[in-house]
């Protein structure tokens, strides 16, 4: 079971090894998320995402994309995003964050290369299709940084690697052409989201209205509503009571805890309607989640 965590602002603390090098590498399979689907945060890295085996969908910032095999995405710093399942179907991905300060061998490089792209309020992501050449070039590139973990000083070519991806997508203009003024309204409604999707991480399991979500952002309930539709496609206790079951499956498959004991401690008032809800969800009730969940670590 993998689990991401997250401070009060929605950033993830990024585990980056002993070594304390801001670089993580790592493969894995979207079933080994809760409910196949991570949550939605953000974190100051450039993150890398190459599917391996299988279909991602992909949010960033509320646009969706479907990621197919050997497609590529480059996830611009400080921006909300999640992957979930397509079709409730598994998916094999490896996923590189790279945190701006390896960039940093000289400011001179980092100015002119780097921070436009960062502080460029258009790009919030890039997409490569495996389809097309740069795609392809692309998808060699992140599969050869991914096997070098197994290697010893891996960082040192996996930095070197990554520079050299970042000057072929500048040489091609990949990096600048997408920019545009910035969309203030766009950024604020951003910034309102984050606040309202922090709340609900850390209130989780009290008893939540909509008119409390609105109050976290300072927004009115319809304008809160309009938000989430916009940034995540469902409603705010949609997805309040989707993350309140992400957190008990978690508690399913790593505690012995009373199925009841969990479901209250998610905010669900009623056991009956935990179960329905996880039914609904994940198809099976949350005890047969637990034994299969137990079958697999035996």
């Known amino acids: 079971m993998i689990k991401l965590e997250l401070m009060q602002d929605l950033s993830e603390i990024v585990n980056y090894g002993q070594t304390g090098i801001p670089l993580s590498i790592r493969t894995a399979n979207l079933s080994a998320y809760p ?14 995402i190459h599917i391996l085996k299988g279909r991602m969908c992909y949010y960033v910032n509320g646009q969706r994309l479907v990621l197919n ?5 480059m996830v611009n710093a400080r921006q909300m995003h999640y992957g979930s399942s397509f079709e409730q179907q598994d998916c094999q991905f490896s996923c590189i964050l790279f945190h701006p300060s390896l960039f940093s061998s000289h ?21 490569f299709g495996h389809g097309q050449q740069l795609g392809m070039e692309i998808s060699k590139f992140l ?16 930095v070197a690697l990554m520079h050299t991806l970042w000057g072929r997508l500048w040489q091609r203009n990949v990096l600048t052409r997408h920019r545009e003024r910035p969309d203030m309204k766009r950024k ?45 496609q469902q409603p705010p ?58 079958g697999k670590e035996k």
């Open 107 to 127: 400011h001179a490089l980092l100015r002119r290369y780097v921070s436009p792209v960062l502080e460029d309020g258009s790009l919030e992501y890039l997409y």
């Open 35 to 48: 409910g196949r689907s991570a949550p939605c945060h953000w974190h100051e890295d450039i993150e890398w």
């Open 188 to 232: 604020d409604d951003l910034k309102i989201q984050k606040e309202m999707v922090s709340f609900l991480y850390q209130h989780y399991s009290e008893k939540i209205t909509l008119a409390d979500i609105a109050v976290s952002g300072n927004v009115s309930r319809s304008k809160c509503c309009r938000i989430f539709q916009h940034f995540l």
């Open 237 to 294: 206790i949609d997805f309040l009571n989707a993350y309140r079951l992400k957190i008990s499956c978690s508690l399913l498959s790593c505690t012995s805890r009373s199925i009841t004991d969990i479901a209250l401690s998610c905010g669900f008032n009623h056991l009956s309607y935990f179960s329905k809800y996880f039914y609904k969800s994940y198809g099976c009730t949350p005890r047969e989640y637990r034994q299969r969940k137990s």
């Open 69 to 73: 095999e050997k497609d590529s995405l």
């Open 143 to 158: 599969a050869q940084i991914a096997k070098l973990k197994e290697t010893e000083g891996y960082e040192l070519e996996a």
